[in-house]
């Protein structure tokens, strides 16, 4: 085992013995248990966001689209390219 040493000021240091006090452990028990639940929760924290990459870097493929203008009427459609023949910007 290591140490690991940290400094605290004396409302922090006074909290921190309530605390152990209340759980009936002492300090380093207190804080090794806090450490292995941070450590734990951020490693799975990082599987959840490594599984988030991967589906947003594969969207789903658009297989039937309709674009329509703001009165509802049809301007293209992935039926018929474009009816109307008219440029299409879309600003996101």
Do not use: F
Request: hydrophobic share 25%; aromatic share 4%.
């Amino acid at each position: 085992m290591r140490t690991v040493s940290t400094k605290l000021d004396n409302v922090d240091h006074e909290r921190l013995l309530e605390i152990c006090n209340e759980d009936g452990k002492t300090v380093s028990e207190w804080l090794r248990d806090l450490i292995q639940r941070d450590c734990k929760a951020w490693e799975e924290g990082k599987e959840i966001e490594s599984e988030q990459i991967q589906q947003t870097q594969e969207p789903p493929k658009v297989t039937q689209w309709k674009l329509y203008d703001d009165h509802g009427k049809l301007i293209s459609s992935s039926e018929n390219k474009s009816p109307n023949k008219q440029k299409v910007v879309i600003n996101v």
